[in-house]
């Protein structure tokens, strides 16, 4: 498979904190990679960048040939990346059925749709992901665990090529953690992209077979899980102090 995704030299700075540095890294097309590292290493504004929601100071993303540094978010949408976030987001008076619609709207959306009406469309989706006896009810009532199904549902509607998932473990029991899990390895089963980053590094690390550790906006390791939990930079990272002390 071919590259999909390359980030090159990647920097952004908020009033004088280097929140990413100089990152560089590439995932083919079919990857499934998960993105660790502490509380501040520069995840989250890392998927910002190549999602569109923050503009780099310096440095380049490159999304299936084609350059999106600095895009907006709808045409880097348009282009195949959809993302969540680790805060859930939901329109909560509007039932899942009209939420997933609202994000299937998008042309690239309507043109996988074809032949479909949008509630049809997103009631596939709903049943994708476990949520279609519950598409006539609003999310506010909804368990957390399948509201991160609904952020996974909407960030499906658009039938992305490449799908970042910001924590999507977060908050969740390990029965629900299971549930999200195998929803995830399905969507990458069919053939879409996964990026991943989160704090449950167990669930994460058994789903994933590349990982890259970030610290304080830095690169500091790329590989199987295995090596990368073994990796002494990686644990002082973590855990704060030199291993051993």
Known sequence: MGVILEVK????????????????????????????GPNGAGKTTLFSLISGMEKPNSGKVIFDGIDITGKSVNKIVNLGISRT????????????????????????????????????????????????DKARLPPLILPHGDLRKLQIAKAVGSNPKLLLLDEPFSGLSHEEQAGVSELINDLHDDGVTIFITGHVLRELMHLVPRVLAMNRGKLIDDGPPQKVANNKIVLEAYLGKEVGE
Do not use: H
């Not at 929140?19 to 499934?32: C, H, L, P, R």
């Not at 043109?111 to 279609?132: D, M, P, W």
């Open 85 to 132: 976030f680790q805060i859930v987001r939901s329109f909560k008076y509007l039932n899942l059925l009209d939420n997933v619609a609202i994000s299937s709207l998008s042309p690239r959306g309507k043109k996988t749709s074809k032949g479909l009406t949008t509630n049809e469309y997103a009631s596939l989706i709903l049943s994708q992901v476990g949520l279609i």
């Open 9 to 36: 030299n990647l920097t952004k700075k908020f009033r004088g904190l280097t929140a990413v540095n100089d990152m560089s890294f590439e995932i083919k097309q079919g990857d499934f990679v998960g993105l660790i």
